[in-house]
């Protein structure tokens, strides 16, 4: 029913930055909100960042004032800006849509970010 598909990770070292990129198809009028995970190895995955259909946005504690997430409406995409990354930041991304009534029901392949000392 929606398809989505990641770009933009890769390996830069600490204090840089990326920019994550979800582009999102199919039955994309039922969407109602998509947020970013994230990964590291031996840990739980773990929601870092959201935006509503409204244009809310709310973001995990440890990424306040260094993530910003962002859509264009009219490319039906889905942006991470990524900036002062530390090597606790390294992680698979994930991208994933908020379906009513089955919730986070769909997701990206994952972008790998690793971010060296």
């Known amino acids: 029913q929606v398809q989505l598909v990641e770009s933009g990770g890769g390996l830069v070292q600490a204090g840089g930055t990326l920019r994550l990129s979800c582009a999102a198809s199919?039955?994309?009028?039922?969407?109602?909100?998509m947020g970013w995970f994230r990964q590291a190895p031996g840990k739980q995955r773990e929601l870092v960042a959201t935006?509503?259909?409204?244009?809310?946005?709310n973001y995990a504690d440890s990424v306040k004032g260094r993530f910003t997430i962002s859509r264009d409406n009219a490319k039906n995409t889905m942006y991470m800006q990524m900036n002062s990354l530390k090597p606790e930041d390294t992680a698979v991304y994930y991208c994933a849509a908020d379906l009513r009534p089955a919730g986070w029901g769909y997701w990206g392949q994952g972008t790998q970010v690793t971010v060296s000392s």
């Open positions: 935006i509503t259909r409204g244009g809310s946005t």
């Open positions: 199919g039955r994309i009028f039922g969407i109602n909100g």
